[in-house]
């Protein structure tokens, strides 16, 4: 005699249906997909106390030297000492090489530890513009179009901000060592903000009529 299994009740079966329902609404939903959140809050403080006046009586300038910081452009004030005698005469490209020289330097432990870099590479020198050059061009001794990005960017606010340097608000003139006619870059806060995104090559300026 065949035996015959008891049956499950029909309304038994939607209520399973239910209950797994349930258990998979309760609670917080596993998944394998990690999810981004987005970087990590920068802690970088990007502030320090300003430089003392000159010692020894060196002389030199007061001026504000943009270093990278949280990936955009800050401004530190410094001393910037000028060399007494130098190779080059013309007093706006001695200022500009003297500015020159503070990017360059390496920021300071407290710098570094407030968040501040430089991308501006070691050896670049800055010299007198060439006859038919506009007023206040600073010759590198690179191609400006040739150097990084931020590089560029730090060295054109810099320039800008300096009363040494500009004779006011306005784009900086920088030319490299050939003959190719200077260009004209400005200090934006497009360009403070995104350093990076400076354009490589500025407005070429034409050179100024010789006199007769």
């Given at each position: 005699m065949r035996r015959v299994l008891p049956a499950v009740p029909a309304v038994l079966v939607p209520l399973?249906?239910?209950?797994?329902?349930?258990?998979?609404?309760?609670?917080?939903?596993?998944?394998?997909v990690p999810v981004d959140v987005g970087a990590a809050p920068s802690r970088?403080?990007?502030?320090?106390?300003?430089q003392p006046g000159g010692q020894s009586g060196a002389p030199g300038f007061r001026a504000t030297v943009e270093l990278v910081c949280g990936s955009q452009?800050?401004?530190v004030e410094r001393v910037v000492p000028m060399a007494e005698k130098g190779t080059v005469r013309d007093p706006v490209a001695q200022a500009a090489q003297a500015l020159l020289e503070a990017l360059e330097r390496t920021p300071s432990a407290e710098e570094r530890d407030a968040g501040f870099s430089t991308g501006v590479p070691a050896g670049l020198t800055a010299g007198a513009p060439k006859p038919g050059d506009p007023a206040g061009t600073v010759r590198l001794?690179?191609?400006?179009?040739?150097?990084?990005p931020v590089a560029l960017s730090q060295i054109v606010c810099t320039l800008a901000g300096s009363d040494t340097v500009s004779a006011g608000p306005g784009p900086v003139v920088l030319g490299g060592p050939d003959a190719d006619p200077p260009r004209a870059w400005e200090c934006t806060e497009?360009?403070?903000?995104?350093?990076?995104?400076?354009p490589t090559l500025g407005e070429i300026v034409r050179p100024s009529a010789s006199p007769s």
């Open positions: 399973v249906g239910i209950a797994l329902l349930a258990t998979a609404g309760c609670g917080i939903r596993a998944t394998t970088v403080s990007c502030d320090t106390a300003a452009l800050v401004g001794s690179r191609k400006p179009e040739d150097l990084p497009a360009v403070r903000s995104r350093p990076e995104s400076v």
